[in-house]
């Protein structure tokens, strides 16, 4: 696949008009004022404030985000208004995002500074996909998709509740009105939605009625005589979005559990958390320390893309962790690359990738070593929103949000439906805790539980690996994370290195394995490979810690909605996404060794997918982490021998 570039957008500011698009010939907003317009047109056309009135969520789908006007405006009238629904969320499309320097220069004089401070401050770098920022302590959610309309819009999850549609003059900008794109807006419009523009282009207005809409004119501003109005009332019969669940339970307390309890705890559902160990993030998110970051592929394939969403994604709920105290550093992370070619080759591979300094840059073994602190054998990636934290403090602070509740040392041995709900029990048949949905996220133990509930044949192809980390208390010069073959860290007065990686043993039971010294000698050889950092004496204690990473066949992670126990009878499985699904049960496991990158994006995504709120992934990464993904495959390879 190749690569998406976004090319940030080219504004001119005149001292006396609005700020303009050369390349579109078009400004950004009416000379009567970019809040004026979002009131007028977008916020009262499509019946904003009262249409939110007391509902937990309204969802908001705009094209075009530009310099983020209606986005402050549909905020500040949110803020402001007694009646507000509990949760907005305001998933906007746009091709050539601002520079951060432009959108500061063009809310210099805003009405708005305070929103406007904070919209600047969470301003994502130009990487291409969903970009989730969350305002108000996530009351207020946007999702910025980055990238073209046309190609965007299909791959978005959401059912809107109101859309704004803001390109530039459909002469000047065809691509943003096109019959395609409106008839897409009619597939993700939620039942009653309403849209509004300040346009009343006649082919516009066509292309609205075939996407499902009742279009009406009303009245203009600021020169505009007339706009459009519309009232989503189709033919056809349009997919209501699911039900929220009132409760769910989430089994396991490592990092996915508490991914998954987080984001479900902010989407308003109470949560109940079941951990085997007495206490959280004992088994494999137990470390001291951990690293996170992106990842770069010539080809930019979904494997690559996920780990850009979620690296991005993690790096903004990490430096808020780290703001509260937990330990770790969202200062950046260099990863050496030993390929031929050098520094030179991997900057050609980033040229073509065209993406963002600010989420990958190229630094040579000199400058890499500069920043390091110690001298580097290799040219290196910089990823600026790269860190490292400790995974077990992350747990506790994800579990300590409001209106999440632990139940730990408790071992769920079985999972059963009754009725609408899902209950969870113990060895001893009692229940230990009941809701309308539950989230296996207790990693490897996920399959056995399924097996409880019915679920035959939807096995994983789940293997575990043996890992042991190394760490000694010294002060160290080492400024910063550093990874390649294994990965060293600077922790407060202390260094960790690791990790080693082996396959499970027969007879290998996953918690009681104590550190080996080969295992350390491993690790700290490692280290001086890496950053010629030489061993610690040999009096010196060295701390160790084993664990067991669960991966799947193909490395990907397990994210989603279960399918089906019992399939409709011809049931075509040509597509993950077309498999029907058992109510209420979702998965988060499989996060391998980068549970620390992975793991709050997919608690969003499940979460999401749990409470019918916009994903914030694009359809084809949810279906590359589809729990249902092996039915596909296995259907595919059966047709094939059977074609053989
Ligand atoms: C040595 C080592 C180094 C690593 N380094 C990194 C790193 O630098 N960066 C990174 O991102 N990742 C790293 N990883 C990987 C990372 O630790 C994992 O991806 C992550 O911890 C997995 O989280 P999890 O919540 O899925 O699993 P776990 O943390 O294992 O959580 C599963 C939970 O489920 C509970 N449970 C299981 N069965 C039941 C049951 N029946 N009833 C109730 N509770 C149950 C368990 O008690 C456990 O708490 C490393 C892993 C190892 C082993
Ligand atoms: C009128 S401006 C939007 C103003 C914005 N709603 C605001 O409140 O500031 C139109 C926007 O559409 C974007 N755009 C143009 N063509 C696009 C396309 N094909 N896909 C996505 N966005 C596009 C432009 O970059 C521009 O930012």
Not at 37 to 59: I, K, M, S, T
Not at 334 to 363: E, K, T, W
Request: with cysteine.
């Amino acid at each position: 696949m190749k690569p998406t570039r976004i090319t940030p957008a080219r504004i001119t500011f005149a001292a006396d008009g609005p700020p303009s698009a050369p390349d579109f010939g078009d400004v950004y907003h009416p000379a009567a004022g970019a809040l004026a317009q979002a009131r007028h047109v977008f916020l009262a056309g499509n019946g904003l404030p009262g249409r939110w009135a007391a509902r937990p969520r309204f969802v908001v789908l705009e094209t075009g985000f530009g310099l983020g006007n209606n986005f402050l405006a549909t905020w500040d009238a949110w803020r402001s208004d007694a009646q507000r629904c509990e949760r907005l969320v305001f998933v906007s499309i746009e091709a050539h995002p601002p520079r951060r320097e432009d959108l500061v220069r063009a809310h210099a004089g805003s009405p708005l500074p305070a929103l406007a401070a904070e919209l600047i401050a969470a301003w994502p770098p130009p990487a291409p996909g969903l970009h989730l920022r969350d305002f108000d302590d996530g009351r207020v959610r946007l999702l910025l998709a980055l990238g073209d309309v046309e190609r965007l819009l299909p791959a978005l999850r959401l059912h809107a509740d109101a859309v704004f549609l803001d390109g530039f003059a459909p002469a000047r900008n065809p691509a943003m009105w096109s019959p395609r794109v409106l008839k897409a807006v009619g597939r993700r419009a939620a039942p009653g939605a309403s849209a509004a523009t300040w346009s009343v282009a006649v082919a516009l207005r066509q292309g609205l009625a075939t996407a499902g809409f009742e279009v009406q004119r009303a009245a203009g501003i600021g020169g505009k005589r007339e706009i459009t109005v519309a009232r989503f009332a189709p033919r056809w019969r349009c997919e209501p979005p699911p039900t929220p669940p009132r409760d769910a339970i989430v089994v396991g307390a490592g990092l996915a559990g508490a991914a998954v309890a987080r984001a479900l705890a902010r989407a308003g559902i109470e949560v109940t958390v079941v951990d085997r160990q007495p206490v959280p993030a004992a088994e494999a998110s137990g470390n001291p320390a951990g690293l996170f970051h992106g990842t770069l592929h010539p080809d930019d394939g979904p494997h690559a893309r996920l780990f850009r969403a979620a690296a991005l994604h993690a790096a903004q709920v990490y430096r808020a962790a780290v703001a509260a105290g937990v330990p770790g550093a969202v200062s950046g992370l260099l990863r050496l690359d030993q390929r031929a070619g050098g520094a030179d080759a991997m900057r050609a591979l980033l040229a073509s990738s065209g993406l963002p300094g600010a989420y990958v840059d190229v630094l040579d073994a000199a400058e890499a070593s500069r920043r390091a602190g110690v001298a580097l054998p290799a040219p290196a990636w910089w990823y600026p929103d790269g860190g490292w934290l400790s995974p077990a403090d992350w747990v506790h602070h994800a579990l300590a949000a409001p209106g999440v509740r632990l139940l730990a040392g408790r071992a769920v041995v079985s999972l059963q439906r009754a009725g609408a709900r899902w209950r969870v029990a113990d060895a001893d048949g009692a229940v230990i805790a009941d809701a309308d949905a539950v989230v296996l996220a207790n990693a490897g133990g996920a399959q056995a539980l399924l097996a409880t509930a019915g679920a035959a044949g939807s096995a994983w192809p789940l293997r575990h690996t043996r890992g042991q980390v190394t760490w000694w208390p010294c002060s160290t010069p080492l400024r910063l994370p550093v990874a390649g073959d294994g990965y060293a860290l600077p922790l407060p007065g202390a260094l960790l290195c690791g990790a080693t990686r082996e396959p499970q043993e027969p007879g290998e039971s996953a918690n009681d394995e104590p550190a080996r010294d080969a295992d350390h000698r491993h690790n700290l050889q490692r280290l001086q490979r890496l950053t010629g950092l030489a061993p610690p004496d040999v009096s010196t204690p060295l701390g160790g810690r084993v664990a067991w990473r669960c991966h799947s066949d193909d490395r990907l992670p397990i994210a989603g909605a279960l399918p089906a126990f019992t399939l409709p009878a011809g049931q075509r499985l040509e597509q993950a996404r077309r498999v029907p699904r058992e109510p209420g049960l979702y998965a988060l496991t499989a996060l391998g060794a980068r549970g620390l990158t992975l793991a709050p994006l997919l608690g969003e995504l499940v979460a999401a997918m749990a409470t019918g709120a916009p994903w914030p992934l694009e359809q084809d990464l949810a279906d590359a982490v589809d729990p249902a993904r092996w039915l596909v495959r296995a259907a595919r390879a059966g047709a094939a021998a059977t074609a053989g």
